[in-house]
């Protein structure tokens, strides 16, 4: 691990295996923290608030985290193939994540010295007031498996631009990046203890870093269960947090959508990350007029997908990252069969990959009604469930009877239509004629139970900052 910029054992000398999904092999280890390794991270970090890290100006900060972005290009190939080994997500989609990176973290260092704040001219005289905006403190950031270091870089960027120093505690499932990125940021130069790598278990050191007195702000991507718990843990504490969870995006095609584009655009909504992405478009509604033709183009595209070895730049579709996971998969496929869903595709593996691992083909599921609970839970798996439809009114109304409210696609030529639809829609955020862009200029973040705060965007930053109301009187 690296805390207080040093390389860190855990304390108590244990080490978690770390599976390749595609093999089912331990392929590396990693430290298991515990409360000790917690608190030596929350002092350095805190220490580092204060210290080092506040002693530098903005636009020193902001160039140290452009030579970090330098240095996330550099390693770029290699940051692909750890996390294709770590949690099997493709090399094809790893290394275009990994080429944006970069810009990500430039994006955050630009805005470090652009926070400027108010002079507010009060109703009294003889009264200056102005606000300060402030670094909330120490920010632990707690990520999923399923985009390890772009995650992290989502939390941490916008943390370091405001003035914080930062904790992550990644996924035990998907550590190995994570890692790697700790020793760029020594490279880069970071005082000591601005940003500190932590590993091991949400229950163990996630937990107690999570109840820290010196953790100021959690901000936390990941399933339901975890969200509730570091939520609960935090409200005790009295804590403020961020919380980026769990989806069951749906995707709206109209009569006169364009096909061309929205049957490919589909596909990779749903099956990219062999579904594991929490904006995934899971619950399609299709207009009864392109109903069949949709469906049929559909299944021939979902057929073309190359599901097996992640390091190969063929594959579209690498395994499921954790056999817990995959389990979990197979019970939604159990129940949409029990519940009556007809399976109108179910995809293979490629021939070229040996037996075992973690592999899922593509399904899609029609005569979907909206009590199953394929249709109403995040599957988080390679699995799509369709829905016909005949009105605008009636597609709405599908669409947003979900507990989740992460993001909506809609496909329509109709100008009306789409500004009509965008703010009926439940969701924070809705792609009109597109899905699945992110960028760091854009705030991502969710409705009702998918998660509340925002990040990446100039909002990303503000999550960070807390404001200071300053009073001076004169004569
Ligand atoms: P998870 O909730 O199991 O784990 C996420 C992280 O939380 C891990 O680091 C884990 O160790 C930690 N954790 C779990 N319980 C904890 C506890 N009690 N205290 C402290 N830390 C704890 O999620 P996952 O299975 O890794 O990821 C999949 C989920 O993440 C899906 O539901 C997906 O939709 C969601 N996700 C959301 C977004 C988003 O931006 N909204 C992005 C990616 C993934």
Request: aromatic fraction near 8%.
């Amino acid at each position: 691990m690296q805390i207080g910029g040093k390389a860190h054992n855990p304390r108590s000398g244990e080490w978690l295996g770390s599976l390749n999904p595609a093999t089912e092999e331990v392929w590396a280890m990693i430290p298991r923290a515990s409360v000790e390794d917690a608190e030596v991270a929350a002092a350095a970090a805190h220490e580092a608030l204060r210290g080092a890290w506040a002693k530098l100006t903005p636009t020193q900060r902001g160039a140290l985290m452009f030579r970090l972005a330098d240095l996330l290009e550099r390693d770029a190939e290699l940051l692909a193939q750890l996390d294709a080994r770590d949690n099997g997500k493709p090399i094809s989609e790893l290394r275009k994540q990994y080429a944006y990176l970069p810009q990500h973290w430039r994006y955050f260092g630009g805005l470090v010295d652009k926070l400027e704040a108010q002079v507010i001219p009060v109703d009294r005289n003889g009264v200056f007031n102005f606000t300060r905006h402030e670094p909330v403190g120490v920010v632990l950031a707690i990520t999923p498996w399923n985009s390890p270091l772009v995650i992290a870089s989502w939390k941490v960027a916008p943390a370091l631009a405001a003035g914080c120093t930062t904790i992550v505690k990644p996924s035990e499932h998907a550590s190995i990046s994570t890692l790697h990125f700790a020793k760029l940021v020594a490279e880069a130069g970071f005082p000591a203890g601005v940003v500190n790598v932590v590993t091991g278990y949400g229950h163990e050191v996630g937990e107690a870093l999570v109840a820290h007195a010196k953790v100021a702000k959690v901000t936390f991507t990941g399933g339901e269960a975890g969200g509730r718990a570091v939520s609960t843990l935090a409200a005790k504490h009295l804590k403020p947090t961020v919380m980026e969870l769990g989806g069951k995006s749906p995707v709206i095609v109209f009569d006169d959508a364009d096909l061309d584009r929205a049957v490919p655009t589909v596909a990779v909504g749903i099956f990219s990350s062999s579904g594991q992405s929490c904006v995934a478009g899971s619950r399609l509604l299709l207009q009864a007029g392109i109903y069949d033709e949709f469906l049929r183009r559909l299944i021939d595209r979902a057929r073309a997908i190359v599901v097996g070895d992640p390091l190969s730049a063929e594959t579209a579709m690498g395994p499921i990252t954790t056999r817990a996971q995959f389990e979990m998969i197979q019970s939604h496929l159990f129940d949409a069969h029990e519940q009556g869903a007809i399976c109108a595709f179910k995809g293979e593996r490629s021939s070229n990959f040996p037996s075992g691992g973690l592999f899922l083909p593509p399904h899609i599921f029609t005569g979907v009604t909206p009590q199953m609970r394929v249709w109403r839970e995040e599957v988080f798996g390679p699995v799509l469930a369709v829905m016909r439809f005949e009105t605008e009114a009636e597609a709405v109304a599908i669409a947003n009877d979900s507990p989740f409210g992460l993001a909506a696609g809609l496909w329509t030529r109709d100008l009306d239509r789409a500004l009509r639809l965008h703010k009926e829609l439940q969701a924070g955020t809705v792609w009109i004629n597109s899905y699945r862009g992110v960028s760091s200029m854009t705030p991502l973040g969710g409705f009702k139970r998918s998660g509340f705060g925002r990040e990446n965007g100039q909002e990303a930053v503000r999550e960070f900052l807390q404001t200071k109301s300053v009073w001076m009187e004169y004569q």
